[in-house]
């Protein structure tokens, strides 16, 4: 995916992700209750099957989404990983933004 969808409709896809996902319902995480408070088993295993969904519906590989310190360990992981649907699609865009321009070349 080039680009990110607008903010309201990349948080109702991202909440309907989640509650698909982690089992849990999307209206709470709509209302930015931190996945903790909302997934009953908010886990580094969780985070990674979020990521891997962000990945495919997305295209934001999970490498990219990974902190830049690889060697955080799977409780740190958890405490870095951002808080709630708002902080999440806010770190979304930033990870999207550093991206580099992809450029065409035109054949002569």
Do not use: W
């Not at 997305?58 to 799977?74: K, R």
């Not at 405490?79 to 865009?93: C, E, K, Q, T």
Request: aromatic residues 6%.
């Amino acid at each position: 995916m080039e680009t990110l969808p607008d903010t309201p409709e990349l948080r109702e896809k991202l909440a309907a992700m989640i509650a698909r996902t982690c089992r849990c319902e999307p209206a709470p995480l709509l209302d930015n209750h931190a996945f903790a408070s909302v997934i009953e088993q908010f886990d580094s295993l969780a985070i990674l099957e979020i990521l891997l969904e962000i990945e495919a519906e997305f295209g934001l590989s999970t490498d990219e989404m990974l902190p830049a310190e690889h060697h955080v360990g799977a409780q740190e992981f958890t405490s870095v990983f951002p808080r709630d649907l708002a902080d999440l699609a806010a770190y979304m865009r930033q990870v999207h933004a550093r991206r580099p321009a992809h450029t065409t070349q035109v054949s002569p």
